[in-house]
């Protein structure tokens, strides 16, 4: 599956041991669509290896690509989005500055009004 949307939280990366012994670590987002005729806000997961892959920042637009689990625990169902991969969008190119013209020369900073003395 995949959605796209704008990066609303980063938050830190958590890590561990597992009690078999086993290193993991995982980083949340929450990303905001807003494609449909609400905001929708979804918080998924980066889990393992793909902690490292992805790197996403607040005010990012990407593209997720994730996988939906659920399981049950004591007899309750917890449901988790697991992110395998992010495509970051192109940021449309900034227009170029106007070129100087040659032997041109800035013109003087302006003086504050009612200011007409020289300051020595």
Request: net charge negative.
């Amino acid at each position: 599956m995949e959605i796209k949307g704008t990066i609303i939280a980063a938050l830190p990366e958590v890590s561990g041991v597992s009690k078999a012994g086993n290193a993991w670590k995982k980083k949340e987002y929450v990303l905001e669509n807003t494609e449909g005729q609400f905001p929708r806000k979804i918080a998924f997961t980066c889990f393992g290896d793909n902690a490292d892959k992805v790197n996403l920042k607040v005010g990012d637009v990407a593209t997720i690509y994730f996988d939906i689990e659920s399981r049950e625990y004591n007899g309750k169902w917890y449901t988790d989005i697991r992110c395998w991969r992010a495509d970051l969008e192109q940021a449309p190119a900034a227009p170029a500055a106007p070129a100087a013209t040659p032997g041109a020369v800035p013109p003087p900073p302006a003086m504050p009004a009612g200011d007409d003395e020289f300051p020595f």
